[in-house]
């Protein structure tokens, strides 16, 4: 039977994320009525930026850099204080250079046993932060709280070298491997420019899960939670965020 926790998990991954599969819809209806979505107390817009991501427990792994896109909701609750969450649909966590392990094919096994691998996990992640304006004009702002992500994707790409980098890979998808939840704190400072309404900040997401499932295989028995530093561009669509939302 699976605990309570994990079903609360699912049925709100499921309310936020039920519009992933019109995403490029809702990115078509924001650009037509992106002014009817902001007003004083709330905005919307689109959200991207560069990340780079890590993965705990393994050895001699290095973190890699990549991008995330989505949109973003802000809703004033109170005053200077807002809720900011929305969803992440272009998101990733991994590393690169893991240390090779057997694909149990003695051909494959030649070619890449002395290569090294780069693990590329996708996922729809949900920001949940409180958000508070600070400063003599407002523009300045942190945000606390954290986010939940529902796996897509997740992926081993087996790389080797002859000349270049990657003259040979090989992509196993290791889903079975990799929980379908991830969840965590995340926190981050920012600034709001009052020409367009454009949001710059940095946020980072540190994950309190281990995304590992159980099993006795070797290259998946050990615990690994997921980090990410996220750069951000937040940009409202529309001209209802006015200078009144500062």
């Given amino acids: 039977m699976r605990h309570p926790f994990?079903?609360?998990?699912y049925v709100l991954l499921f309310f936020f994320l039920g519009t992933i599969q019109t995403a490029k819809g809702q990115v078509l209806i924001s650009l037509l009525f992106g002014e009817k979505l902001n007003s004083p107390n709330l905005e919307f817009g689109l959200e991207g930026g560069f990340n780079r991501s890590n993965l705990s427990g393994i050895p001699e792994a290095k973190g890699y850099s990549h991008f995330h896109l989505g949109f973003y909701f802000d809703i004033r609750m109170k005053?200077?204080?807002?809720?900011?969450t929305g969803v992440r649909i272009k998101s990733h966590t991994g590393s690169q250079n893991i240390n090779f392990y057997s694909l149990n094919d003695p051909e494959l096994d030649a070619i890449f046993s002395r290569g090294t691998i780069k693990r590329k996990i996708g996922?729809?992640?949900v920001p949940i932060h409180l958000k508070y304006h600070f400063g003599s004009e407002k523009q300045f702002f942190f945000q606390a709280g954290g986010q939940i992500g529902l796996r897509n994707r997740a992926q081993d790409y087996f790389l080797s070298s002859f000349i270049n980098?990657?003259?040979?890979?090989?992509?196993?998808?290791?889903?079975?491997?990799i929980k379908g939840i991830d969840a965590g704190l995340s926190g981050g400072i920012g600034y709001k420019l009052r020409k367009g309404g454009v949001n710059l900040g940095v946020t980072y997401y540190?994950?309190?899960?281990?995304i590992m499932k159980a099993t006795t295989e070797s290259p998946y028995n050990y615990s690994s939670?997921?980090?990410?530093?996220?750069l951000f561009v937040r940009i409202p669509i529309g001209a209802g965020y006015k200078e009144s939302n500062l």
């Fill in 165 to 177: 980098s990657e003259d040979a890979s090989f992509e196993l998808d290791i889903r079975d491997h």
């Fill in 123 to 125: 996922y729809f992640y």
């Fill in 225 to 230: 939670k997921n980090s990410n530093l996220y």
């Fill in 79 to 84: 005053n200077d204080l807002w809720l900011n």
């Fill in 6 to 9: 994990y079903k609360s998990l």
């Fill in 206 to 210: 540190q994950g309190l899960m281990n």
